[in-house]
């Protein structure tokens, strides 16, 4: 399979299989366009009779030619190479455990609108809530709870978020490198327990030889202060930043409890942890919604604030929600992301890029094969901790009880669940097996596909279609800056 595309004035071939890419002119772009007629079976007199007609002034010997170098590349697995991958995937679970998200909040001091945990709605199940001040004020006690009934647990316990370590420790089987991302709510609602747990983890280190941790911190910056920034520049491998933007965009849907935006507040405190992170892991993660489709002003302005490791989410919305995509958007969504691919090589000729986390792409040492079949590992290498000590494939799962794995005192229980997560890939998803972004996306969030689709083994289509064009973006921009060097070598 091949996907051609034209972007930015650039004629782009991919060859899906082997991942090569080609910049080609108008006349070869047609020609290995229109190449699969011949793989099908046409004489090769179909094919130049359509050239032909599209360029009138080539002769036909011209296009002869350049069907002898597809066939070149082709030969040489560059081009129409076949998909031999499948034998990648195994429907079991054999993959040890590499990390897991710890929750290790169920509240927040924040009431963002968009908010998939609702963490300041009710989490114990019986209509009452509980605010992020009585929290603090320590009037909600969390309890471990083994039991297979729901847990009211909001603050996760140092002895669960302990037991939790020694599960991914015991489960990691010969790997050494393991993660660790402290989640919410607000994490830092419970900062006592993430310093007392990566101690801990700390101590493991010493004690069992070969076992590393990397720990990450999500948080919406509303709670930093000198002690989080000395702990988190000793301790965190990355921290996830919140701040969608704009203050009129972020203030519109991440406010204070009372209502207020938040924005003033989360700048200030960003700006002080990464000045004080001197280079260290970090990146501003935003989410746009259907209130600022023209988000790349809101990339612009994070850029513009002096941060250069960004992620800007499409919001995932429920049926009804005000914020969520229409149908309609899609168009507008990908001329932004087109928008911004240009604007970021202008900035970066001008040597004030930055790097924009959806346009990744390491075209030399990417992914390895699984990876790039199977995905994230979601529900195998990967698991989520609530503050009660439940296992779920992932915290976007968490809560739902069809999706509960077990417990990090008793382990995966609910091993039917975790094959069928380890059965997931492009292979199990019959729109993946035909779409040419499959190995760039890997079958893309399985989260996302059972809340559009039912089921894990669906899809999403408007994220897929979203995907696909932050793809050509990124491709596009590799193409670019290649020609730039080339010319700059001359």
């Known amino acids: 399979m091949i996907h051609c595309f034209k972007l930015c004035g650039y004629n ?3 060859d899906v299989a082997s991942g090569s890419i080609h910049t080609v002119d108008d006349l ?15 004489d090769i007199s179909v094919l130049t009779a ?13 296009i002869l030619e350049v069907v002898t170098d597809i066939e070149g590349l082709r030969s040489r697995g560059k081009l129409f190479s076949p998909d031999g991958f499948a034998s990648v995937v195994k429907a079991e679970c054999n993959a040890p455990l590499s990390a897991l998200c710890l929750n290790v909040s169920h509240v927040c001091n924040m009431s963002c609108e968009y908010c998939f945990a609702g963490c300041c709605e009710d989490r114990q199940g019986d209509g009452s809530s509980v605010s992020s001040g009585a929290i603090q004020a320590g009037m909600t006690q969390c309890v471990t709870d083994k039991t297979d009934e729901p847990s009211p647990c909001l603050l996760m316990s140092l002895e669960t978020a302990k037991a939790a370590v020694d599960f991914l420790v015991a489960e990691s089987a010969e790997r050494q490198n393991l993660d660790i991302d402290f989640f919410g709510g607000e994490p830092l609602l ?10 801990y983890a700390r101590e493991i280190e010493r004690s069992k030889a070969g076992k ?3 720990f990450t911190l999500t948080t919406n910056a509303l709670l930093i202060d000198d002690d989080v920034i000395n702990f988190t520049n000793n301790q965190m491998h990355n921290v996830v930043l919140s701040l969608d933007g704009r203050p009129r965009v972020h203030d519109a849907m991440r406010k204070l ?7 003033s507040a989360v700048v200030e405190n960003i700006r002080k942890l990464v000045d004080a992170r001197r280079g260290k892991g970090y990146y501003i993660r935003g989410t746009f919604t259907r209130h600022n489709t023209d988000f790349v002003n809101d990339i612009l302005h994070i850029s513009n604030l002096g941060y250069k490791e960004i992620s800007m989410e499409p919001v995932i919305s429920k049926p009804g929600d005000s914020f969520g995509f229409m149908p309609d ?12 691919a240009v604007e970021m090589l202008r900035l970066e000729k001008l040597g004030t890029g930055f790097n924009f986390y959806h346009f990744n792409l390491d075209l030399l040492e990417g992914p390895c094969v699984h990876k790039r079949v199977a995905g994230c590992g979601v529900g195998t290498e990967y698991m989520a901790v609530t503050p009660s000590g439940e296992l779920y494939p992932c915290h976007q799962f968490v809560g739902d009880r069809k999706f509960l794995l077990g417990d990090v005192w008793r382990g995966v229980v609910n091993n039917t669940l975790r094959n069928q997560f380890a059965g997931c890939s492009i292979y199990s998803r019959p729109e993946c097996r035909e779409c040419w972004a ?36 990124a491709i596009m921009m590799k193409v670019a800056n290649e020609a730039g060097a080339l010319r700059s070598s001359r």
Not at 190 to 198: A, E, H, P, T
Not at 460 to 468: N, S, T, V
């Open 438 to 473: 499959r190995f760039y996306c890997s079958g893309g969030c399985a989260a996302n596909a059972y809340n559009a689709s039912g089921s894990i083994n669906g899809i999403y289509e408007f994220g897929c279609e979203l995907f696909k064009k932050r793809m050509e973006c």
């Open 12 to 14: 782009i071939v991919l």
């Open 257 to 263: 409890p009372a209502g207020d935006g938040s924005y």
């Open 50 to 62: 359509r050239v032909s007609a599209l360029h009138p002034d080539v002769s036909e010997d011209e």
């Open 212 to 214: 590393k941790f990397r």
């Open 190 to 199: 419970n900062r006592q327990v993430i310093k007392d747990v990566v101690a």
């Open 28 to 42: 070869a772009y047609d020609v290995i366009r229109l190449y699969e007629l011949v793989i099908d079976g046409k």
């Open 329 to 340: 958007d899609l168009e507008t969504l990908c001329e932004q992301y087109e928008t911004l």
